[in-house]
């Protein structure tokens, strides 16, 4: 019974890693607004930042991958003699998708501010045409 929990456990956390990426941002929508912003016609010194923005972000990824790597944490503490620890699972898993989301929400907010108000205009109303589509 106990290595059914445990399979259970990290094939949730394996799935919900590789289906999202922070706590409610789809992979899917990241990958879309990143090639909306990156589609605007951008001049050399933004698609320059951008560059830096992106190497920042992978950096920031690798040190929250590895901080896990590296947690006290184990399978064992999610259990005592008698039951799973939801509290507990929830409580790692929320810290971790906490960091992810902080990391690519500071990621976006340097691209959208390296863009002139037409591009950001240009950027919404492409944004509305996919949630029109994606509504239907």
């Known amino acids: 019974m106990l290595k059914l929990m445990m399979l259970l456990v990290l094939s949730f956390s394996v799935a919900n890693a590789k289906s999202s990426v922070g706590a409610c941002i789809p992979i899917g929508q990241v990958v879309t607004l990143k090639k909306s912003i990156m589609n605007l016609d951008l001049d050399k010194n933004q698609k320059k930042s951008l560059v830096v ?3 920042k972000l992978k950096t920031d990824l690798e040190e ?10 184990t399978l064992s503490s999610l259990f005592d003699k008698n039951k799973f ?12 998708n906490d960091a992810l989301t ?6 976006f907010t340097k691209m959208y501010s390296v863009l002139t108000k037409k591009q950001k205009e240009k950027l919404i109303k492409r ?9 239907k």
């Not at 929250?64 to 944490?73: A, D, F, P, T």
Request: net charge positive; hydrophobic share 30%.
């Open 53 to 55: 923005f992106e190497e």
């Open 127 to 135: 944004f509305k045409r996919i949630e029109r589509k994606r509504n």
């Open 102 to 107: 902080k990391v690519i929400g500071e990621y």
């Open 64 to 73: 929250i991958k590895e901080k896990s790597k590296h947690s006290h944490e």
């Open 85 to 96: 620890l939801p509290q507990k699972f929830a409580l790692l898993t929320t810290k971790k």
